[in-house]
């Protein structure tokens, strides 16, 4: 199963990811790795996460405060978001239908 980045998220990634760099040089490369390892537990069992709106479900990253928003398409995941837990509760709703 491949995937596929809401462009929302890509973008949210990489500022989340810029941001963590500029706290501690190789931390912005832990995040995106993180990120990374968690779409791949997603694409094992896309259905294992609880749904929290629509058709959408969070994975949660282990380290980081963040989870991976996605909805699991029979012949793909669309990553919807990269939320930060404590921000802006919902605003990436807005991208499910686009």
């Given at each position: 199963m491949n995937w596929v980045f809401h462009p929302g998220a890509s973008e949210e990634m990489e500022e989340s990811a810029t941001w963590y760099e500029t706290r501690?040089?190789?931390l912005g490369d832990e995040f995106l790795s993180e990120v990374q390892d968690?779409?791949?537990r997603i694409l094992k069992q896309p259905n294992?996460?609880?749904t929290v709106y629509r058709d959408v479900r969070r994975c949660r990253l282990e380290r980081f405060p963040f989870a991976v928003l996605y909805r699991a398409r029979s012949e793909r995941v669309e990553i919807v978001a990269i939320a930060h837990d404590?921000?802006?509760?919902?605003?990436?709703?807005?991208?499910?239908g686009q």
């Open positions: 501690k040089p190789g968690t779409i791949d294992k996460w609880r404590r921000r802006r509760t919902g605003y990436w709703e807005g991208r499910v």
